[in-house]
Nanobody
Framework: QVQLVESGGGLVQAGGSLRLSCVASGNIDSIRTTGWYRQAPGKQRELVAVITSSGSTNAADSVKGRFTISRDNAKYMVYLQMNSLKPEDTAIYYC?????????WGQGTQVTVSS
């Protein structure tokens, strides 16, 4: 299993920026993909962005051009840089790591964007 801890959420005005961080521990050498998901009240959890072990990235259409996922392998960190935030980006953001044997989640960090 992989243990994940997110940080960096908070309250920001529309148009502002935040950077979320996720630190991984445990069976990190087996991680195939790491991603950020979000869940707004009354909605299903959705993919925001993902990065593979080879460094390939993908992002949801709703955040392309505004959000960037990156990682620091030496520090076992994954980041989500969020720019031009909109009220509809308000959600709990979760870090996710997938291995051949597990699908692990962090506890989530709240992001609130005021209009």
């Amino acid at each position: 299993q992989v243990q994940l801890v997110e940080s960096g959420g908070g309250l920001v005005q529309a148009g502002g920026s935040l950077r979320l961080s996720c630190v991984a521990s445990g069976n990190i050498d087996s991680i195939r993909t790491t991603g950020w998901y979000r869940q707004a009240p009354g909605k299903q959890r959705e993919l925001v962005a993902v990065i593979t072990s080879s460094g390939s990235t993908n992002a949801a259409d709703s955040v392309k051009g505004r959000f960037t996922i990156s990682r620091d392998n030496a520090k076992y960190m994954v980041y989500l840089q969020m720019n031009s935030l909109k009220p509809e980006d308000t959600a709990i953001y979760y870090c996710n790591a997938r291995t051949l044997w597990s699908n692990d989640w962090g506890q989530g960090t709240q992001v609130t964007v005021s209009s």
